[in-house]
């Protein structure tokens, strides 16, 4: 990442893991809190506890992690998406490259 966003994102944000491992995130520019525990995260996606153990297939703290994750690069404008098809476009360029 840029050193720009790196500092954009340490000015607005703060965060830390409480004693259950789960992100907190302190919103300083909207003056909010937010905890990003397994409860929080399910009614953020709409999941049942049903489709939960369907559909993810990580941990309860991993998926939590990542969710929190998202929500601070969202804001600057950045998806996993997005960074992930940068990737695939740069490893596409660097294999053309290599001599045969």
Wanted: net charge positive; charged share 35%; glycine share 0%.
């Amino acid at each position: 990442m840029k050193v720009k966003l790196l500092k954009k994102i340490h000015k607005r944000y703060n965060w830390y893991f409480n004693a259950n491992k789960e992100p907190v995130l302190i919103d300083h520019l909207e003056k909010d809190v937010t905890v990003y525990n397994f409860d929080y995260v399910r009614e953020q996606c709409k999941y049942t506890l049903e489709d939960v153990e369907k559909r993810v297939q990580v941990s309860h703290e991993e998926w939590c992690y990542r969710w929190f994750k998202t929500d601070v690069l969202k804001t600057f404008g950045i998806t996993w998406k997005r960074e992930r098809n940068n990737y695939k476009i740069a490893t596409k360029k660097y294999q053309k490259k290599l001599p045969k």
